[in-house]
Nanobody, 114 residues
Framework: QVRLVESGGGLVQPGGSLRLSCAAS????????GGWYRQAPRKQRRLVAT???????NYEDSMAGRFTITRDNAKNTVYLQMNSLKPEDTAVYYC????????WGQGTQVTVSS
């Protein structure tokens, strides 16, 4: 059984930063790629970034430069560092682990507002 738990969301002013964490239970974490997605109100869930099992990142074009995805396999955790946040970054952020199926966390709310 794989369980993903996100944390680190909250309210931040425009231009601010947040670091999201996704802690995974189960033994498959280190062998599999992971990713972060986000879903804004009334919009479809969209990819933010992915990271391979060895730590190579890949970003949705509009996210590159402001967002950084990393992982710590010893801690079974994937991170998303978000800088220079904008109001349009407001969304529920979900982490995913790509195993025999895609495992999802419950999401964490990020609100960027003054």
């Amino acid at each position: 059984q794989v369980r993903l738990v996100e944390s680190g969301g909250g309210l931040v002013q425009p231009g601010g930063s947040l670091r999201l964490s996704c802690a995974a239970s189960g033994s498959i974490f280190s062998a599999n790629a992971g990713g972060w997605y986000r879903q804004a109100p009334r919009k479809q869930r969209r990819l933010v970034a992915t990271i391979t099992s060895s730590g190579s990142p890949n970003y949705e074009d509009s996210m590159a430069g402001r967002f950084t995805i990393t992982r710590d396999n010893a801690k079974n955790t994937v991170y998303l560092q978000m800088n220079s946040l904008k109001p349009e970054d407001t969304a529920v952020y979900y982490c995913a682990l790509y195993g025999p199926t895609i495992y999802w966390g419950q999401g964490t709310q990020v609100t960027v507002s003054s």
